[in-house]
């Protein structure tokens, strides 16, 4: 049995980042983006799941065969969200028997090794948590998280579906840890409930987070900084991530 494997949602196309390559493979400081994954989290995840478009599916397939990590390729015939995204695999993993499912969006690079190593801990004792995620607080942030009095995820603002965003608040890092029951019980209950988002009108993760309040243990722990939670999306995010990961 495979303790933990990681699936990365990685059909998009850079089109934001003028990328003649599919996205996951555009370079950041001359290495792709894939590799920045791998060499982060190989230590403690046991076999990548890359989810592609059909369009991309060749040229990732290639790269694929000249890295070490053990990998596997699944097909996103549509661009209908994250969540669609998260799911395609699921019956092919059932198989592995993992007992943890990581998820990571391509783009997010700059994680550092540091709060990688407090979740890997953190799933190993958090007692029957089944959703554990790192969250850092960011001015003009992308996703905020909002919380009741006992800390408590009460709701979720994103600013890609055009809600009101607070000045200061706790954005995610496109990082999230779900045990096997919540991965391949609960995720696809979520994801009959589920609608589309306002505005991007995709099948959405993020309001995962919420729902598993009412049927399990979620658990958030603090990021290490707040460059962190930056995706690659832009040429300025592009440059901002690349002189981030000199300096550290």
């Excluded at 407090?118 to 958090?126: R, S």
Aim: one cysteine or more; a negative charge; charged letters at 20%.
């Amino acid at each position: 049995m495979m303790k933990r494997i990681m699936i990365i949602p990685a059909a998009g196309t850079g089109s934001r980042l003028g990328a003649s390559a599919p996205k996951v493979l555009v370079r950041v400081n001359g290495q792709p983006m894939l590799d920045y994954l791998f060499e982060l989290y190989a230590p403690v995840v046991d076999l990548f799941v890359v989810v592609v478009s059909p369009g991309a599916e060749e040229e990732v397939r290639r790269f694929l065969g000249t890295v070490s990590v053990s990998t596997r390729v699944a097909l996103q015939q549509e661009p209908t969200g994250m969540l669609d995204a998260i799911l395609i695999p699921t019956e092919e993993l059932s198989e592995l028997r993992p007992a943890q499912i990581w998820i990571t969006w391509c783009d997010q690079i700059a994680v550092c090794s540091q709060t990688v190593h407090k979740l890997a801990q953190a799933t190993n004792n958090a007692a029957g948590a089944r959703l554990v995620f790192p969250t850092i607080q960011r001015e003009h942030p992308y996703i905020h998280f909002q919380r009741d009095k006992s800390g408590v995820i009460t709701g979720i603002a994103q600013q890609r579906e055009g809600d009101t965003m607070p000045q200061i608040g706790e954005n995610d890092m496109g990082l999230f840890v779900l045990s096997d029951s919540a991965y391949f019980d609960l995720l696809p209950c979520f994801s009959r409930e589920t609608g589309l988002g306002d505005e991007t009108k995709e099948r959405n993760f993020l309001p995962f987070t919420v729902w598993m309040q009412r049927h399990g243990v979620v658990q958030s722990l603090p990021g290490t900084h707040y460059l962190e939670s930056i995706g690659v999306n832009t040429q300025a995010e592009l440059k901002q991530i690349e002189q981030w990961l000199l300096d550290r």
